[in-house]
């Protein structure tokens, strides 16, 4: 069985400050990773994804996440924020092997103030 | 760019009583997902659904529960006896390969 850890569940920033929101995922087979965007009152966006070749991957809002696999992370970082960036971001992990379900971590509150 | 819809958006139902919730994906999509997410709850899978059979279901996806695909487009929930801990905003995803699925805007059940 897969689970994902999002170890923060509020992370509360500046504008232009950078963060990272923190990601940690077990499984035993080789797995697909995500991260999820929930702008308020919206569904679920897909941000960006990793699977497979270069562990570090972006979105074109400028967020990145890398795949580090002997840390078991997937980590969401962005250089420098900005209120539009304010919403609920969820790690999820899937199977590699066929079309798997999903499984999400408990989700990070991103709130920036100015 | 095409986009998973869902309807309706906003249910309120007694308890007791049956509910469809509704889902189209993107034309080209062939694997298709309910989720649901109780407030303040993580994201839960609840049944995935390939070539007009159930694939994978979990253990919340009881005999109350049921999917549909009716038309080829349309992609259905159905609740038989709706209980209040179903009240939750409830995903559809769809999925052109397996690989990356892309979710609706959600359905927000409430049962009184």
């Known amino acids: 069985a897969q689970s994902v850890t999002q170890l923060d569940s509020q992370v509360p920033v500046f504008e232009e400050a950078p963060v990272e929101l923190r990601c940690n995922y077990s499984?035993?087979?080789?797995?697909?990773l995500f991260w999820y965007v929930q702008y308020p009152n919206q569904g679920l966006q897909l941000l960006l994804k990793y699977l497979s070749g270069s562990t570090l991957v972006e979105s074109i809002n400028g967020f990145e996440a890398e795949f580090n696999k002997s840390q078991t992370s997937f980590h969401l970082r962005k250089p420098s924020v900005h209120i539009s960036d304010t919403a609920e971001y969820f790690c999820?992990?899937?199977?590699?092997?066929?079309?798997?379900?999903?499984?999400f971590g408990q989700g990070t509150r991103l709130t920036i103030n100015p | 760019e095409p986009e998973v819809t869902q309807t309706p958006s906003h249910q309120v139902t007694q308890m007791g009583q049956e509910v469809i919730l509704r889902c189209v994906p993107i034309?080209?999509?062939?694997?298709f997902y309910w989720y649901r997410q109780i407030l303040g709850q993580k994201v839960e899978f609840l049944v995935s659904f390939y070539n007009n059979e159930i694939s994978e279901k979990s253990e919340i996806f009881d005999d109350q529960f049921s999917v549909e695909r009716p038309d080829g487009s349309n992609f259905t929930l159905k609740i038989r006896s709706t209980k209040l801990e179903d009240s939750a905003m409830y995903f559809c995803a769809g999925s052109p390969s397996g690989e990356t699925q892309y979710f609706g805007p959600g359905t927000r059940l409430l049962v009184l």
């Open positions: 034309s080209n999509h062939l694997y």
């Open positions: 499984s035993s087979v080789s797995v697909y």
């Open positions: 999820a992990v899937s199977d590699s092997q066929g079309a798997q379900k999903l499984v």
